[in-house]
């Protein structure tokens, strides 16, 4: 492809608009040109001719997720600790900060099952939660210049906010709403706010993501339940599918999403009760679990 | 948080993994109401149908009008070519998935701007989602509403597995209306009769396929389809909108078909 051909922006009117015309030239739409003129996009050959090296807008930038539940909810007791453990960070590094919905959104997701409602609607509720929890993380950072930046503005100015402040607070959640993708089981919203993180920090190129919870990282049952639980330290998804455990410390959408990124190729869960871990994991070390995208899954 | 003012379903939610799979299997609940179930979500297709200007759109556009009072129509606007050179200057120049995203929003939002200035004078809003909170009412006084197609995904929208394109676009962004408010029908306007075997565009031996379910189709594989995959990947979870209809807009009437329940393009089933 020439760098002409993206620049020539060349409607063609064509002459003869007649609905029958025949496919090669005048096909009765008014094209402009372009590679993708005229083709399919549903065309699995013109699809992979898409695939190109793709631009890092905030390469320094990290993101962070602090669990609803996990964390928020947990009270002063856990909340004061990792917001002494950010404002530490905040001195060297630009973070981005999403929040999840907790214990609001669990009991708003029963009520609205109850009444018979959708998970688009579900989700379109649950954004009102995560988005308290970024109020309520930004009132307790705002002393470092950190605030929760409303959703509708966020994505476009993320840039300018992440130069101008050493970091700003998002609902974690991604803005789904009504077209939430209705889940495989049940009626829960699947792309929630880890999946809303990893989805940002995907698409701006950040450096890496961290997910801050109330376990040690990810372990083959849950630790909270089960004292035997036997912890794991790194695992890629194409072991994570095969081992197909009962239950994730994180939305399970993110196994997907991570098989298909481009930029993020890992994430990393560490426990939000040592709030050290939180430092180290933005140093690049291995503080909790690493979870790796499948080897295999973009050769 | 008072206990014993949660179900036990509640109870469950709050202490537990949601992404435990036997705790998800109990939040099927009760049956899902229908939001909206006299409503019909109508996809107008960019390339197929707005892009040939006035010789497809005014007859369609006629065909919608004589409707209103029989048919309640929320209709979605597909994005076409100038999507395709946003997307080819994006790609030539490394844009991420969700940086297209939002070029595609930005032109399917222009074609529904125009939909709603040609169709004013009947009282049809355009609405974008900030405002579907008032898309029954709208629905109900005007018979009609429009929307852009794209859902807002943006900046969040999920990579697709090949190439850069986003994956999730006007017909997924149309079908997932029609899902969550439990709409009568899901109606995919485009210039073809419906599915083919081949793009029948470039490939004259296509073969015109009626009906087909989605295990149907998987088995098919075929190069090229008529609607984006992600709607027949979402369809077997559907509760609602468990099919949809393909049908050819230059045709005077098969609309009009197609929303009295007539068979008049391609029928796509999940069952």
Known sequence: MSAQSFLLIDVMYEENTQLTDSPKTNDGRHHVQSMLMRESLLDKDVQKSTETPVFRMLPEAHVIKIGGRSVMDAGRAVVYPVVEALAGCLKTKKLIIGTGGGARSRHVFSIGIDLGLPTGVLAQLALADSLGNAHILGTLLAPYGVVAIPPEIFGHLLPLFITSAPGVIFNGDPPYSLWEHPPTIGRIPPHRSDAGSFLLAECFGCKSLTLVKDVDGLYDRDPRIHTNATFIREIDTAELRQRNLESLPFDRVLLDLLDNARLQQSFQIVNGRHPDRIAAALEGKHAGTIIYANPKSRL | ?271
């Not at chain 2, 497809?56 to 070519?81: C, D, Q, S, W, Y």
């Not at chain 2, 005007?142 to 994956?167: E, Q, S």
């Not at chain 2, 079908?175 to 419906?194: C, N, P, Q, T, W």
């Open chain 2, 1 to 271: 948080m008072q206990n014993d003012l949660l179900t036990e379903l509640g109870r469950s939610l709050l202490t537990s993994s949601l992404d435990d799979e036997r705790l998800m299997a109990q939040t099927g609940g009760p049956p899902a109401v229908q939001i909206l179930p006299e409503a019909n979500v109508i996809k107008i297709g960019g390339q197929s149908i707005i892009d040939r200007g006035r010789a497809a759109v005014f007859p369609l556009l006629e065909e919608i009008v004589e409707n209103l009072g029989r048919h309640k129509m929320i209709i979605g606007t597909g994005a076409g070519t100038r999507a395709r050179h946003a997307y080819s200057v994006g790609l030539d120049l490394g844009l991420p998935t969700g940086v297209l995203s939002v070029l595609g929003t930005f032109v399917s939002m222009q074609n529904a701007r125009m939909l709603n200035y040609l169709l004013a004078k009947h009282g049809i809003p355009f609405i974008e989602p900030a405002q579907f909170a008032q898309l029954p009412h709208y629905l109900a006084e005007r018979g009609a509403v429009i929307f852009f197609g794209m859902p807002p995904y943006i900046y969040w929208h999920g990579n697709p597995d090949v190439g850069r394109i986003p994956p999730n676009r006007t017909d997924t962004g149309c079908y997932l209306v029609s899902e969550v408010f439990g709409a009568r029908s899901m109606i995919f306007v485009k210039d073809e009769k419906g599915l083919y075997t081949a793009d029948p565009k470039k490939d004259r031996n296509a073969k015109f396929i009626p009906t087909i379910t989605i295990a149907e189709l998987e088995q098919l594989d075929l190069h090229d389809v008529v609607v984006e995959r992600s709607v027949l990947e979402l369809m077997p979870n559907a509760t609602h909108q468990r099919s949809i209809q393909v049908i050819n807009g230059l045709g005077r009437g098969n609309l009009t078909r197609a929303l009295n329940g007539e068979h008049v393009g391609t029928i796509i089933s999940a069952d």
